[in-house]
């Protein structure tokens, strides 16, 4: 797996949009490019799910909830993966993280243990 800072939650209204960065820190870094990456999120009282995935050959994965709305994109040269967030309704309230994996696919929640720091995501009028 691959150490991550995630940032960029905060609160914003029904219709707004906000754009997440993660900030990878794999153990030898010309290697990110190599991971499969994905934004997951969880909101209270509901489980781990995959919000959106890119895979080590930039193959975009999305949750049929965002699809339309998010947009998952990386920066290999910044060791970064972004989530930018349109049209953000009230549903979508929850705690992302982003976590990634060497195989270079997209993983399900279930695939991962410890998921660390995430960022909160409050949307409401």
């Known amino acids: 797996q691959v150490q991550v800072v995630v940032s960029g939650g905060g609160k914003v209204q029904p219709g707004g949009s906000l754009k997440l960065s993660c900030v990878a820190s794999?153990?030898?870094?010309?290697?990110?490019?190599?991971?499969?990456m994905g934004w997951y999120r969880q909101a209270p009282g509901k489980e781990l799910e995959l919000v959106a995935g890119i895979t080590s050959g930039e193959i975009t994965r999305y949750a049929d909830f965002v699809k339309g709305r998010f947009t998952i994109s990386r920066d290999n040269t910044k060791n970064t993966v972004f989530l930018q967030m349109n049209n953000l309704q009230p549903e979508d309230t929850a705690v992302y993280y982003c976590?990634?994996?060497?195989?270079?696919?997209?993983?399900?929640?279930?695939?991962?243990?410890?998921w660390g720091q995430g960022t909160l995501v409050t949307v409401s009028s």
């Open positions: 976590k990634g994996d060497s195989s270079g696919l997209i993983r399900d929640p279930v695939d991962f243990v410890n």
């Open positions: 794999p153990t030898v870094p010309i290697r990110f490019r190599l991971y499969g």
